[in-house]
């Protein structure tokens, strides 16, 4: 069954099975069959169900357990199964045969790593663009949620065949940034002994502080008899760079790599702003009032108009926002996922409204993710020991270390909040999920290379998989065959929190194999079988890993 999921070998059956039967005149139905198939959370009640025989009884108004009956019957002859019962109403449940399985082990010996990726790239192109921080200030453990989410969900993609681009959006433009550059200004006069009204508005961070120092570290007082705008603007590029080179050390502490990162000046400098408002004023989608240029958002569901162009000239962050995904859809991706905060949920509406303004000539999905509180020790904390002020990702990062924030971000699905226990992550016990995860990954290297020591090997295709037969076998086989279905899935769905879960499935079904099966034994051809079967494991558990961007130990 080489390069087949499991999951769509059966519901092929199942759809030929049914073609026969109407065939044949068993089954007196022509409409078509959206198959579902789902694994049973009680293992008594298979590896698989379908309740397609109840969604063909209702259609011909006959007993679903007849209909059952009528394809299990079909497909009993089939290698992939062992058993397959009636349950209830009509549901069907099939086990799958020991053959399947070892089919399933075959493909891992020979595709490795690249076991459950798609070979065949698929049509199209994605741009991701996630974290998208402004680059006045350090990033908050938030920002490190959606680059985790960003990032895992690029590499998911890309195994599931798709042709994918990652992308920073720098927000380098606007009036954010003029108050960043005043503010170093005034920390500068400050830290020189010159008495400074601050502005009212400024950023107030121990990190303007610790940039103005930094400045008078390096250059004293040569800009001290400068005006403050003079000296604002030439601290605001300094500063500017120096948050933004940060920034990138820190995520690249993360492993997170972009393959593109925008300047929002680029919009402004180059013209390119101005001309996407001309293109939209020529399709008609803009109109005029009280001085500002509207963009006619309520025209694609948007519950208002929202301005482009503000009375005084100066283009609004929406506006931006508008020209930046004309570039996009420009450069020819079919397909923009933004990750987003929370704090942009309102902003979903217009954006999507603006993309159909542009010609709907790309498909525009949003990811809006929950923000993330953490604890530690049962108290939630706010502050940072060291500031006073929130804690940073980068402090979270030099606490835990990457593997764990990496992993505990992305264990909930974005749309709920995640609660981050400091303790918990720091632990080498079972109760932290990425230390049992990895510790199932050194456990499988260490017994390899002990094994080798008594000259007993991982054999590949040739090992005598026919003498895996004891339950803990089984299920682990089981969890190893279902790594594409799980894969597509999550890419499908862009859920990158499936591959934590999967992970620490598969991570407990080996330690209770391990625990209930001897892998070095007396039997030579049972031996290399096992071993065979863990290294399978470790192979898709270092997949799993890398997907989700955490290291795969050999030693613990």
Known sequence: MKGIRIKNKIIDLINGSVDDLRKSGKIEWEGSLEIELEQPKDKAHGDWSTNSALIIASKLK????????????????SELFKKIEIAGPGFINFWLS???LYDSLKEICVKKERYGHVADEKTGKIQVEFVSANPVGPMHVGHGRWAAVGDSLVRLLRAAGYNVESEFYIN????????FGHSVA????????????FPDEGYQGHYVKEIAKEIIDKDGDRFLDMSIEEQAEIFLERAYHQVLDHLKSILNGMDVHFDKWFSERELHNSGYMEKTFEQLKETGHTYEDEGALWLKT????????????????EPTYFGADVAYHRDKIERGFTKIIDIWG??????????????SALGDRSSLEIIIGQLVNLYSGGRQIRMSKRTGEMVTLEELLNEVGKDPVRYFFLMRSTDTPLDFDIELAKSETSENPVYYVQYAHARICSIIKNAEKNHLFVVGERAQFHLLKEEPEISLMIVLANWPMVLAKAAEKRRPYR?????????????HFYHECRVINDDKGLSEARLTLIDCTRIVL??????????SPETM
């Open 62 to 77: 006959k007993n679903p357990r007849e209909i059952a009956e009528i394809i299990a019957g079909d497909l009993s002859e």
């Open 98 to 100: 020991e053959s399947s």
């Open 172 to 179: 380098d433009f606007g009036n954010q940034m003029k108050i």
């Open 186 to 197: 005034a920390r500068y006069q400050e830290g020189l002994g010159r008495e400074i009204e």
């Open 298 to 313: 309520t025209e694609y569901g948007d519950d208002k108009d929202r301005v482009l162009v503000r009375a005084n000239g």
């Open 342 to 355: 929370a704090d942009h949920h309102g902003y979903v509406g217009r954006m999507k409204a603006a993309i």
């Open 499 to 511: 591959l934590t879960k999967y992970a620490e499935e598969l991570a407990s079904n080996f330690h």
């Open 542 to 551: 270092a997949n799993v890993l890398y997907l989700i961007g955490v290291s």
